[in-house]
């Protein structure tokens, strides 16, 4: 577990040099984010998934320089520095090397009300805002290297794998919020998809297009504030949940917008991208990628029906949101496009 009240502390507002007038708390499964006037702190819960574990100090300390050194590629301006945190006669002290016991992340504070989902929310988000993101994006992957650790996950086997990964962990949902006939279009699809495009993958392999990459490139985890465009919380914890095709973290935007009702502006974002990118072949696999992108968040949704802890309303809430991202998946390979 995390130390005896250092959650407690970072609450204080005299635990920090800024001297802020306020601090808030906000928790996430994996971490704690401490929210100042001016900056953000973000600790890492010593916990362990299987798909991330952050169970010891040797590990915080590498997962959050990651997360520092990744999400810089995105947002420099944002991600500040790694901040050490020692404990002494009871106490704590932020930015002291003397008796390290954990590490918190530091970054600017910017606009939650830029945020692009709630822009959105409130009909403030152009196809030319929108266009912005795209070519911003665009030149942020043109100085990400296409190296040879990267290429690895872009061969057929290791997509394949992740595809049938779906597949099985989610046959057990088939009679709830997606039906038999759903369930075997959309693997059928899949399978037949990458049978045949073979030579279609190989190509994205040759021409540079696999990458360490963002990985959960969504409305949420973009922010338009004035001219400024920041993109944050790339994933460090799992490289297999980051490395592939930039058109797979191009889908996951693009689907994102389908999903809350605006087409349109994932079309626009797609079309600057590939515009700004000169991606030629990004549009070949464009409709596989939104299909993977939408079934994998009707998955991880899916699996909060298995928690006997939640209660029916949120099992509804659960039950509907994948239901809908079945759906999705599945319109995508019903409808022309």
């Keep these: 577990m995390n130390r005896p009240g250092l959650v407690e502390y970072l609450q204080d507002k005299g635990a920090y040099p800024e001297k802020p007038n306020s601090v808030s708390l ?24 299987g798909f991330l574990d952050f169970t010891t100090l040797e590990k915080r300390r590498f ?29 704590y002290a932020l930015n002291d090397s003397s008796n390290i016991v954990d590490y918190a992340l530091k970054m600017k504070r910017i606009s939650e009300d830029h945020m692009l989902y709630k822009l ?22 043109k100085d990400i290297t296409s190296d040879h650790k990267a290429r690895s996950f872009g061969t057929i086997d290791v997509i394949s794998a992740n595809v049938t ?32 495009n073979t030579a279609l993958f190989e190509d994205r392999i040759k021409n540079g ?10 409305l949420q985890h973009i922010c338009m504030e004035g001219k400024e465009i920041y993109v944050f919380d ?18 996951f935007l693009s689907m994102d ?31 596989f990628y939104k299909v993977y992108r939408a079934y994998v968040r009707a998955k991880v949704t899916s699996f909060m029906l298995d928690d006997p802890g939640i209660d029916s309303l949120s099992r509804d809430n659960a039950f509907n949101t994948a239901k809908r991202y079945y759906d999705l998946a599945h319109g995508y390979i019903t409808h022309e496009d």
């Design 257 to 287: 917008f389908d999903n809350n009702g605006h087409p349109e502006l994932g079309d626009a974002f797609v079309q600057a991208y590939t515009e700004e990118s000169g991606d030629s072949t990004l549009k070949a696999v464009l409709k």
């Design 120 to 141: 959105l929310s409130r009909d403030m988000v152009s196809k030319q805002d929108i266009g912005r993101v795209g070519r911003h994006l665009a030149n942020v992957y």
């Design 209 to 218: 297009c696999i990458k360490d990459c963002h990985g959960d490139l969504h």
């Design 165 to 196: 990964e779906n597949f099985d962990q989610t046959r057990k949902y088939i009679g709830g919020p997606i039906s038999a006939d759903a369930f075997d279009r959309l693997e059928s699809w899949s399978m037949s998809f990458m049978k045949n």
């Design 26 to 49: 906000v928790q996430t499964h994996i971490s704690w984010v401490f929210i100042c006037d001016d900056y953000v702190y973000k600790l890492k819960k010593p916990v362990d998934f």
């Design 63 to 91: 997962y959050t320089n990651e997360e520092l050194r990744l999400n810089r590629r995105f947002s420099p301006d944002v991600y500040m520095d790694v901040i050490p945190i020692s404990e002494s006669a009871g106490t």
């Design 234 to 251: 790339c994933i460090e914890f799992n490289e297999r949940f980051r490395y592939g095709d930039v058109a797979s973290d191009v889908a």
